[in-house]
Each structure stands twice: as C-alpha cells, then as structure tokens.
C-alpha cells in the first residue's frame, strides 16, 4: 500500500467534527432571506373589478334630490332670470347652515365661488349678505400664483390647483363656477372639448366630495326643444353633468311674474318639479342696494312642460327670437362688410342657433358678397342700404376694409353679389357669364 492510501485510510477514520450552531443574528438572515419575493412585472392590460367585489353605496346629497355631493350639476335660463343670484342663495344656506327650499336644513360648510362676470364688492358680497351667509365661510377664487407671479385664475387650466387649496381648506361643501363654459380651454360646441374641459370638474367634485354647480344660458330660438338640448354650446354640458336645473319666468293667474327653478334632469334622483321664487331687491347695508331671492312654494310637472306653459304666455307678448337675432346681426355689421363666418360666430356666442340666425339673415335682406374660387372662395355680408344701423353700431374689421378698397365694381373684382330679399324666390346674379341662377 503506498503512502497516498495510507493517509486516504486515516482520513477517513478520523472523527467528523462537530456542525457549528449558526448564531441568533445568522439565523434571523436566513429567515428574512427566505421571505424576499421576486417583484412581479405587471405587463400593460386592461384591468377588470367584478362586480361582486364593488360595495353599493347611497347617493350623498347637499341638498336632498338637487344638489349632490362629489357631483358637477348645471344651472340655466334665459338672461334676467336671476341664475347667479340662487347661486348665492344655495352658497348662502350652505355657509350659514341654513334652511333649503323644501324646509330641509343644511350642515354648514364652506363654500368657493369664481365668477368671471360679477364684481364681489359690489355685487357678490351685497347678495350673499342680504341672504344670511356666513362670509367666513365663503371663499372667491381670485387670483393664481405661478413661479411668484401672480396671474389671473383660469378653470381650464388651474382646477388642480384648486383642488390642492381646497382641500387645505377642508370641508368645501359646494363649488360655483360663473359661467361653466370658463372651464373650456377650447370648443365649447364641440363634444370633445367639452367632455375633456369638465372632466377636472368631475374629478375635483369626487375628490373633495363636494357638490359643484357651473351656470350657462339658454339658446335663443330653441322654444318647444327638449329642454336639455337648449343649453348653450354641446350637448356634452348636459351629458356629462349629473343634475340639471333650468331657470324660468312665466306669468301667474293674476297675471303677475312668476319665476320657477325647475329639475330638467337627473340620472341620480327625480327629474321634475320645481319652486317658485321671486328676485326682489334689499338694502344689503346703509346706501347699498341688492338682489336676493326668495322663496315660494314647490309646483309639480316636468321641465319641458312648465317651460312650455312659461313660453305659451310670453308669446305675443316679447321680441320674438328672429327680432332679437335681426337686431343683433345688424349691430355685429353695422356699416362694415364683415366676413360671414365671423359674424355667425358672433352670434351663435349670443345663444342664437344656426336657423335663427338664417332667419334673421333673410329679414333683413343681408346682401352676401363672395370672392375667390373654389377652396379660396370668402363670403361676407353687408347690410342693405334700407337697414337702420344705429349709431354705436360701428365696427373695423380689417378684413373687410381691404376688400373694400381693392374691389373697386363688381365686374373689376370678380365677386358675386347675392341680394337676400324678404321673398321666398332668391336670385343670385353672376357677373361671371351673366346668367341667373337660384339660391
């Protein structure tokens, strides 16, 4: 046996040394190493809840079947019916903790107002006072600091921001945005815009659980409509927001005014019924007069036919919507050749729709003058030499002006002149090969 075998043989006789017993800390890495998971990347996928995992919960209200909280609701009517005045009132009884329509009380809580068309000193303030707020617990959203400049706030472009300082606030109960078309960076008919524009609306309302309350108008000329589809620009405005409320004047049995602010829509609670009210003038303090509202009892009925009934009192009696859009259009030409998409433009911002418009167009007799060819061809209009321009109805357009002093007649500038008379048998003379054709 060589010496190599010896020394295996020995070794493998020798007594195996005792195992070290592993100290406390090395033992507690062991364990802690046991429990390390492998983080899981989660590819891109649509993600789905089934419904059994969703728990049911109760619609939380302000105000019991009107006002929601963590909801984006619209307020609308015709001008003078008094829209941001119940604004107020609403803020009014919220800060106050006050008393709604229907007897119900309110918790108080605090409220943030923007209004891109009153002046708080001397018309926010006066109202909100006379109706009983309390003012501490009402905040105007005044300005935004950007970078340490301070600018002007913008809903389409600082609702987060907003919803950062309210939430500093705590407890904001209602939000009222004058008018909501503010909160649209872009179109405001366009479907689109619209639904992007409020969705910071929709989101801040459920963040803060607070009910948020914008204002818009009534189109002109759309009596008899669904009542939802004659608010002012998109349809999405109605869409998307969850409680409509119209505002309206109508004539009671003794043949006073009578106002009512009615449920047009609702896809959380009823959607009829109303109040009665009345805009009546108080002193706010010494020397300092104002509007507030007060209210009457509740009526019954949808909104398309209270607005009806409201509409069937008034007619014959006011400027029908044809009028009202005649004496606009002639105030947006005035004296000038204005180019027709700007001065339809103009007027759909009034609230008047596209037939209305038409309509008034044809009254008139405005003369239309088109230029150019084809995918180049510009339409303006012009009044008749018959139409009354009232004096402050001047305008510059630069656009028209330039044409003016190039076209010299009609047969040197290649433009067509279109007369818009009163008959139903329009004629369009070309100066082109002579020949009438009709329009």
Not at 9 to 18: S, V
Not at 169 to 176: F, K, T, Y
């Amino acid at each position: 046996m060589s010496g190599v075998d010896d020394l295996i043989e020995q070794l493998e006789a020798a007594p195996t040394p005792p195992k070290r017993q592993r100290t406390p800390a090395e033992s507690a890495y062991e364990r802690a190493a046991e429990t390390i998971i492998t983080p899981v990347v989660e590819l891109d996928a649509v993600i789905l809840t089934r419904a059994s995992t969703i728990k049911m919960v109760p619609v939380q209200w302000l105000w019991q079947d009107w006002l929601a909280q963590g909801k984006v609701h619209l307020l609308a009517g015709a001008p003078g019916q008094g829209k941001t005045t119940i604004a107020l009132a609403f803020a009014a009884t919220v800060s106050a903790g006050g008393k709604w329509p229907d007897g119900r009380r309110c918790a108080p809580g605090n409220v943030l107002v923007w209004s891109g068309e009153d002046d708080p000193g001397d018309t926010l303030i006066p109202r909100l006072t006379a109706m009983g707020a309390d003012l501490e617990r009402v905040h105007f959203i005044d300005a935004m600091r950007v970078n340490g400049e301070v600018m002007p706030f913008d809903p389409a472009r600082d609702m987060p921001d907003l919803e950062k300082a309210a939430q500093s606030i705590g407890d904001v109960r209602l939000v009222i945005v004058d008018p909501i078309v503010s909160a649209i960076a872009k179109d405001g008919n366009s479907n689109n815009d619209v639904r992007r524009g409020l969705q910071p609306l929709v989101d801040m309302a459920w963040s803060l659980s607070a009910a948020v309350l914008g204002i818009s108008h009534l189109s002109k000329g759309t009596a008899g409509r669904d009542p939802n589809e004659r608010v002012n620009g998109s349809v999405a405005f109605t869409a998307v927001v969850r409680v409509v409320l119209l505002a309206a004047k109508i004539k009671a049995d003794d043949g006073a005014d009578k106002r009512i602010l009615v449920r047009s829509k609702s896809n959380i609670g009823p959607d009829q019924g109303g109040f009665e009210y009345h805009v009546e003038q108080m002193e706010a303090a010494p020397g300092i007069e104002t509007s507030v509202v007060s209210w009457g009892s509740a009526i019954d009925g949808t909104a398309r036919e209270l607005l009806a009934d409201a509409e069937a009192e008034q007619e014959g009696q006011d400027k029908t919507a044809t009028d009202e859009a005649a004496d606009s259009l002639i105030r947006i030409i005035g004296k000038d050749m204005v180019p027709s998409q700007e001065a339809t433009a103009k007027m759909k911002a009034e609230g008047f729709s596209p037939k209305v418009i038409r309509n008034a167009r044809e009254r008139i007799g405005v003369i239309v003058k088109r230029s150019g060819f084809g995918k180049e061809m510009a339409s303006y209009w012009k009044l008749p030499d018959t139409a009354v321009v009232p004096s402050e109805a001047i305008h510059a357009h630069s656009g028209p002006h330039i044409l003016r002093a190039s076209m010299g007649t009609n047969e040197e500038s290649g433009l067509v002149e279109i007369a818009r008379p009163r008959a139903s048998a329009l004629v369009a003379a070309s100066v082109f090969d002579g020949q009438e054709e009709r329009i």
